[in-house]
């Protein structure tokens, strides 16, 4: 009995690893239409355009290295700031427990692994999957992405300001111009994003971000498990955590209480912070989109 446990558990595994494999160097019929907003089947070549990553958005997201390893980026808050809306053991756990074993999972991978190009930070490695050696890809893509995820939407978050009103605490700026350009309000931004993230099927996120063409516009991305929306060049602004270790201690199966009760926690000004890095080291034109709504595939 012990014996066909264990084969169990290593078929589980594989099958897992050859799925993101699959995602990785599918066939080119498989490849996605890069408008879609489900880009979970990772491009066989990359993109005709990726973005550069700049210094100032590791700093932001605290993406850096220690000792040979990388470290498990600091909270801008403490644990317990983010109640009653998320709780003080919910998030501990959530960043000491899963966050740090994604960090620890890389590094042990990172020790194992060499490119074919030169060594480039977690964000970047994801950017160029292709380069990795094809037996790493998968595992790469679960631990890395788990890492750099994480380190977006723990950014995005922060408890509101008491001592002004919820008005004053929404989009503003150049996030604000961008999401009315493209949705006409930010309530039609939040209603659609809701939809979305109520809609996804076990594990995954929900992404906020610039297009992956250097264009100025905004698109609203999906993607399962620990994939990224940045291996196939979209720049993420704002994102959400449907993983169920991020919110299940407090909200059990009620995930879509979770999702209307998060909007209380998004930082909007760390939101136009990753907007105005990402608009000013990657854009390259606004296309003939320009002022128009832009037509989204927000299918699941």
């Known amino acids: 009995m012990e014996r066909w446990s264990v084969l169990l558990c290593l078929l589980v595994a594989f099958g897992t690893c050859m799925t993101q494999v699959q995602f990785v160097v599918g066939n080119d019929e498989d490849e996605v239409d890069p408008e879609h907003a489900h880009p979970d089947k990772l491009r066989t070549k990359p993109p005709s355009w990726l973005p550069p990553i700049s210094d100032r958005l590791l700093q932001l997201l605290d993406i850096r290295e220690e000792n040979g390893s990388y470290v498990l980026p600091k ?3 403490d644990y317990d700031a983010l109640e009653p809306y998320m709780s003080e ?34 964000v970047e490695h994801l950017m160029h999957l292709d380069d990795l050696i094809e037996d ?19 950014f995005v978050m922060g408890k509101l300001d008491q001592n002004k009103e919820e008005e004053e605490q929404g989009p503003k700026g150049k996030i ?41 516009r905004l698109q609203l991305i999906h993607t ?73 595939k927000e299918e699941l």
């Open 75 to 77: 909270l801008r808050y």
């Open 89 to 122: 053991r919910t998030v501990r756990i959530h960043h000491t427990g899963h966050h740090a074993s994604y960090t620890s999972r890389m590094n042990s991978i990172l020790q194992h692994m060499t490119t074919d190009d030169v060594v480039r930070n977690p």
């Open 136 to 154: 790493f890809r998968g595992l790469y893509c679960n631990q890395a992405g788990g890492y750099v995820n994480h380190a977006f939407t723990f």
């Open 176 to 216: 604000l111009e961008m999401i009315e350009t493209t949705y006409g309000t930010a309530d039609i931004l939040i209603d659609r994003f809701s939809s979305i993230a109520t809609q996804v099927f076990g594990s995954g996120y929900v992404w906020l971000c610039l297009d992956n063409k250097g264009r100025t």
């Open 224 to 296: 399962t498990n620990q994939n990224t929306p940045l291996a196939d060049g979209y720049r993420p602004v704002l994102a959400i955590d449907l993983w169920e270790h991020a919110y299940y201690l407090q909200y059990q199966n009620k995930r879509t209480d979770y999702i209307t009760t998060w909007w209380q926690l998004v930082d909007w000004d760390r939101v136009n912070e990753l907007l105005v890095v990402w608009l000013e080291t990657s854009s390259v034109t606004d296309g003939d989109t320009d002022g128009e709504a832009v037509p989204e």
